[in-house]
């Protein structure tokens, strides 16, 4: 008997015993294993990419497309380090890739990766569909930060940017897209003036009930602004902890 002469019951069950990367390999054969593939690899919802991983391939293009090709319309939370040094062409692609793909994502984390002004503007449109958003440790300035939250309406409920020490706080003058925001990490900003942030909590942050501004060198001249005009924000955030998948 012919393996594809099986019902796809029996197919489904044979396919379970085939690691993350065979079923790539496999996706490709054709049109029904690729069906029977993507049923697999879609149970997976929170998906981490490892950097080192993918670097080590010839074929890296190729790979990352069946990654997110498979993955992405169905992948609610991603995240990926990649350090500050990787290759600019793979930064990219993994930066249009998730953009491309992954259409119903509302968890993103990218941390220690270098994020430019470009590919800042390719994620703007997960920005319709995210709840909680962590660019720690990116090197965002004020104007590339605030072009990216202006650029779209928010869902976001959590926003973590820790570690930017670049940013001082202007792009707090013109974000006004913060109607459910809830929690902001700004920790260790060690540049931000919270001053900035009055206004924004004034006007447009007005559900923001938690922020992290450990290590801001204007903490203690301005301390009392998180509890002005009868806010109740409390100091510390307690951001959402996730498992994921990680493809060995």
């Keep these: 008997m012919e393996l594809l002469a099986l019902d796809e019951d029996s197919l489904m069950e044979i396919f379970s015993y085939f690691c993350f990367n065979e079923l790539l390999v496999l996706s490709s054969v054709c049109k029904?294993?690729?069906?029977l593939c993507q049923r697999h690899l879609r149970k997976i919802r929170n998906f981490e990419l490892d950097y080192r991983s993918v670097a080590g391939r010839e074929n890296y293009p190729e790979y990352l497309r069946n990654v997110f090709t498979s993955l992405g319309p169905t992948l609610e939370a991603f995240r990926f380090s990649g350090g500050y040094i990787m290759d600019e062409t793979l930064k990219q692609l993994i930066v249009d890739s998730v953009a491309a793909h992954c259409t119903n994502l509302r968890h993103l984390t990218?941390?220690?990766t270098i994020l430019n002004e470009q590919q800042?503007?390719?994620?703007?449109?997960?920005?319709e569909t995210l709840v909680h958003l962590d660019l720690g440790r990116c090197d965002l300035t004020?104007?590339?930060l605030g072009e990216f939250l202006q650029s779209r309406p928010l869902k976001l409920h959590t926003l973590a940017?820790?570690?930017n020490t670049n940013l001082l706080?202007?792009?707090f003058k013109?974000?006004?897209?913060?109607?459910d925001l809830e929690q902001l990490d700004l920790s260790y900003c060690f540049s931000l003036n919270v001053q900035e942030m009055d206004e924004f909590l004034k006007h447009h942050a007005k559900r923001l009930r938690a922020v992290d501004v450990t290590g801001s060198l204007w903490l203690q001249r301005n301390?009392?602004?998180f509890g002005k005009d009868g806010r109740t924000i409390t100091m510390g955030t307690n951001l959402p902890v996730l498992e994921y998948y990680k493809a060995g």
């Design 110 to 112: 990218i941390n220690y």
């Design 169 to 171: 706080g202007a792009f």
């Design 161 to 163: 940017i820790p570690g």
């Design 174 to 179: 013109n974000w006004t897209t913060a109607y």
């Design 120 to 127: 800042l503007r390719s994620l703007a449109v997960l920005l």
């Design 223 to 225: 301390k009392d602004i």
């Design 142 to 144: 004020d104007e590339s």
């Design 32 to 35: 029904r294993f690729l069906h």
